[in-house]
């Protein structure tokens, strides 16, 4: 199915049900917990087989994007304690790139690749 050949409002609407119903309402619920309203009950039961089969595609890509996320994000915190855990109070990513072993170093920029394919790599401050 080619992207412009599903409904946006339905696929909205797939995306963001629980698919579990609500005897008190006789709907689903948003992923908040409110109850759809019976026009997007109606609009979203309306999803033809291609829109399904669309956000089950989709969906499936997401959590295994999500899957990949959270392992590289690990991978990449273990591949850092290592250099920190020898290096001087303060010293910063760069610094350890810096003395990494190239093997490590293609390693880290694969893992960059995944959790931070913009170039910023974040992390809490104590400040």
């Known amino acids: 199915m080619a992207q412009s050949d599903y409904r946006t409002d339905v696929m909205d609407l797939l995306f963001d049900a629980d698919f579990k119903y609500r005897p008190d309402t006789n709907t689903w619920s948003h992923s908040d917990g409110r109850p759809f ?16 089969e669309t956000f089950c595609w989709l969906r499936d890509r997401k959590i295994e994007r999500d899957r990949e996320m959270a392992h ?31 093997q490590d170093r293609t390693e ?16 809490p401050s104590e400040e």
Do not use: C, N
Not at 77 to 89: C, E, K, N, Q, S
Not at 108 to 123: F, K, Q, S, T
């Open 37 to 52: 309203t019976r026009k997007e009950q109606a609009t979203v039961l309306g999803a033809t087989r291609e829109e399904f």
């Open 72 to 102: 590289a994000t690990q991978a990449v915190i273990a591949l850092l304690h290592r250099y920190f855990a020898v290096l001087p109070a303060g010293s910063t990513a760069a610094d350890a790139t810096a003395v990494m072993t190239e």
């Open 108 to 123: 880290y920029e694969r893992l960059l690749d995944i959790v931070a394919p913009d170039g910023w790599l974040l992390a």
